[in-house]
């Protein structure tokens, strides 16, 4: 299997060096600008060094003194791993313009990473070429011995809580969002809720961001993901947690087990001051409805009975800033009320036909 390795690697030096030539000389009319528009560029960089210099490890055995190629190939490997260096460079290069531009992401540190092992690997060579009359074969193994070290040490790191990608992807995208380089609309909810604990703590933060929470929408899409990964709630706990307005009727079990069942939001009713429950008739029929105000999504959701059976009713948007201190003073103050529709249904030869009214 080693010999067939060797072979193939054999057959295939040359041609990945007579690439990384080509790359070279035309990079300077192409541009990185062109290659990152399609691809990363300090993916294509590190991926095509990555090759040059593996290649090279398993060709350029210990006890041969040069490369088993005839002259001309030899110096034009020679030349690809002088250029090497360069290209780790330009990967560093475009890889830190990245980074200012967008902030650390997992898969930008793992990049970094990279270029550094492969930046010590590809000098390393260098320094091998330019060392004339000293048995390459020698200064090769060291630096083979120190690249792989250098790699343990940085896997030992990526175990540990010093290079912890999710952290440090966290706190760079916060620190963005905290300096103004990123507005409210273009924090990613979504990363956040999928990098681990740092990532839960920096959506709780945003809870109590106000800035952040006074866009309705975007603080509704930030509770959906706070409630995603919570332990859904009982109709117990729902009974024991939403406040009842004064004056406001307790409703029965059945009431609190309907709404478990049928409410997206009852998770977020587990939240300090999130619900208040009102008993108040929106018909006319005597009987009041239970009407459920949620402040964490600025809903509210009206609950009746029919046949002996809740069903929902209806549901209403809540105003931008409506808190739960408004409502409870309306309420004491007497201010709650309800108004009839300017449009109504129609009635034809004793027939009522319900009209839904668009925008009305």
Not at 143 to 150: C, E, F, T
Request: with cysteine.
């Amino acid at each position: 299997v080693q010999k067939l390795l060797t072979l193939i690697a054999t057959g295939l030096l040359p041609v990945v060096s007579l690439l990384a030539l080509l790359f070279i000389v035309t990079l300077p009319f192409t541009g990185l600008e062109a290659i990152s528009a399609r691809v990363s560029a300090a993916g294509l960089l590190s991926t095509l060094t990555l090759m040059l210099l593996l290649l090279v490890a398993i060709v350029n055995e210990p006890q041969k003194r040069v490369f088993p190629y005839p002259r001309v190939l030899r110096g034009m490997i020679s030349a690809s791993l002088c250029v090497a260096p360069i290209y780790m460079l330009l990967a560093g290069w475009a890889l830190w313009v990245r980074i200012q531009q967008y902030g650390w992401t997992p898969d930008r540190l793992y990049g970094a990473l990279t270029v550094s092992v492969l930046l010590v690997w590809s000098f390393g060579y260098l320094i091998g070429l330019l060392r004339r009359g000293r048995d390459p074969g020698e200064w090769q193994g060291k630096v083979i011995l120190s690249v792989s070290l250098l790699t343990l040490v940085i896997l030992l790191l990526l175990a540990s809580p010093v290079l912890d990608v999710w952290r440090i992807s966290v706190n760079s995208h916060m620190a963005r969002y905290h300096s103004g380089k990123i507005t409210a609309d273009q924090i990613s909810l979504y990363m956040l809720d999928h990098s681990g604990k740092p990532g839960q703590e920096a959506l709780k933060s945003l809870r109590d961001d106000e800035a952040f929470t006074q866009n309705r929408k975007r603080n509704r899409k930030l509770m959906t993901f706070l409630q995603r990964n919570k332990v859904s709630p009982t109709a117990d706990d729902l009974a024991r947690v939403v406040m009842i307005a004064p004056g406001s009727q307790k409703p029965d079990a059945a009431f609190w087990a309907f709404v478990k069942e049928q409410s997206y939001s009852d998770d977020s009713c587990l939240e300090p001051d999130a619900c208040v429950l009102v008993s108040q008739d929106l018909n006319g029929d005597g009987q009041p409805e239970q009407v459920l105000y949620n402040f964490i999504v600025a809903e509210s959701q009206v609950y009746g009975l029919k046949e002996g059976k809740w069903t929902q009713k209806a549901f209403a948007r809540l105003p931008d800033g409506f808190s739960k201190t408004q409502l409870l003073h309306a309420i004491a103050g007497h201010r709650l009320d309800s108004a009839p529709k300017a449009w109504r249904d129609i009635i034809v030869d004793g027939q009522r036909l319900d009209v839904d009214y668009y925008n009305e």
